[in-house]
């Protein structure tokens, strides 16, 4: 086995690598340009690059970047896939490669997307009102506040594991990350309607699926659990199909719902409705998650992200040290990192193959 590259230093390298390992692949590539720019003004945009016939009634989907900064690690995990392994796909098989479903965050290093939106609480139903967090909007101004001192820092934080101790980790976590539609300065703010990626999967999806009879999605996250170690997580409950299905490809998939993963229970999980962008077949989606630092030191790095874009300058003098602070929690710089996190991600492609 080849030794798998270190990650990309920035989302250009990222794509350039992604994309001359799928023309290399004999990949048939599309590329949807996103409206924004990056920090040092480069395009953006989602690239798919396409393996197997455009008919076959079987789909593998690998998308990375959901989380724009988690996709250092899934742009290297395809890129590595694409390069070296492709001898292991069934010919039978169509194989997807998203690169960067949310590509600006991934090029400002952010977990969100350009209007601060967190894509995984953006696939609520939007006909409906949203879904309250009234526990969030009590400490909104804790979580997220206005000033970024080492005071405001200290005292915050200090504030934050107080409510651990009261309320337990449990409902901290669920507090804070489960999700919030009433502060779009805050960290896991879910928008106020569908974002970009969303209407682009929608779309993509509409069009080019509609003769899969099957469809497996590994959609590729990072920032929980325990270090290199990819738990892969469902999004539905026991029990359901979709996530029997899972169950009966990986044998170790975990719920959120059944409260045995390392995520908390969200809203918005876009493949919690994966089943309706493909409503001709059966759907069978599943997260993997590479752990990387503590949940601290993670949730601090996306408060000060979210300090940053919200009330500070993400283009000043300390747009840097945050920035490398993020990604410092999300994507581990260290070779050993991502050379754990290969055969895990290998493992699970493969049994997506069925080989
Ligand atoms: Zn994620």
């Not at 600006?104 to 949203?130: C, H, I, K, T």
Request: hydrophobic content about 40%.
């Amino acid at each position: 086995m080849s030794e798998i590259a270190p990650l990309s230093p920035t989302y250009s390298v990222a794509r350039a690598a992604f994309l001359t390992a799928a023309t290399a692949a004999g990949a048939s590539i599309t590329t949807f340009d996103h409206p924004l720019r990056g920090p040092h003004d480069e395009a953006l945009g989602i690239d798919v690059a396409e393996l197997g016939r455009v008919d076959s009634p079987a789909v593998v989907l690998v998308v990375s970047a959901t989380h724009g900064v988690e996709g250092y690690c899934g742009s290297a995990l395809q890129t590595h896939w694409l390069t070296h392994h492709l001898s292991g796909r069934p010919a039978d098989i169509r194989v997807v490669n998203i690169h960067a479903l949310n590509p600006y965050g991934m090029a400002w290093v952010r977990r969100v997307n350009e209007d601060n939106v967190d894509l995984n609480r953006n696939f609520v139903d939007w006909s409906q009102p949203v879904p309250s967090n009234t526990d969030y909007d009590g400490i909104a101004d804790i979580v997220g506040p206005a000033e970024w001192s080492s005071e405001s820092q200290q005292r915050t934080l200090e504030a934050l594991l107080a409510l651990v101790g009261e309320w337990g980790f449990q409902k901290m976590q669920s507090v804070v990350s489960g999700g919030q539609y009433s502060h779009p300065k805050g960290v896991f703010y879910g928008g106020a309607g569908p974002v970009w990626s969303h209407h682009w999967l929608r779309d993509w999806c509409t069009a080019n699926l509609s003769s899969a009879e099957r469809v497996v999605i590994i959609d590729i996250h990072t920032g929980l659990g325990p270090w290199g170690h990819g738990e892969l997580i469902g999004s539905t409950e026991t029990g359901e199909p979709m996530f029997e299905r899972a169950r009966a490809l990986w044998p170790d998939a975990t719920s959120v719902l059944a409260g045995d993963s390392v995520s908390a229970v969200t809203a918005g999980d876009w493949l919690n409705i994966a089943d309706e962008l493909a409503p001709h077949a059966e759907v069978t989606p599943i997260c993997i998650e590479f752990g990387t630092v503590d949940g601290v030191t993670v949730l601090q790095s996306l408060r000060a992200d979210a300090w940053l874009h919200g009330h500070g300058d993400p283009t000043g003098t300390d747009a840097p040290a945050i920035r490398a602070q993020v990604r410092s929690a999300f994507a581990d710089d260290d070779p050993a990192w991502i050379a754990t996190c290969w055969p895990r991600f290998y493992d699970v492609l493969s049994a997506a193959f069925g080989t």
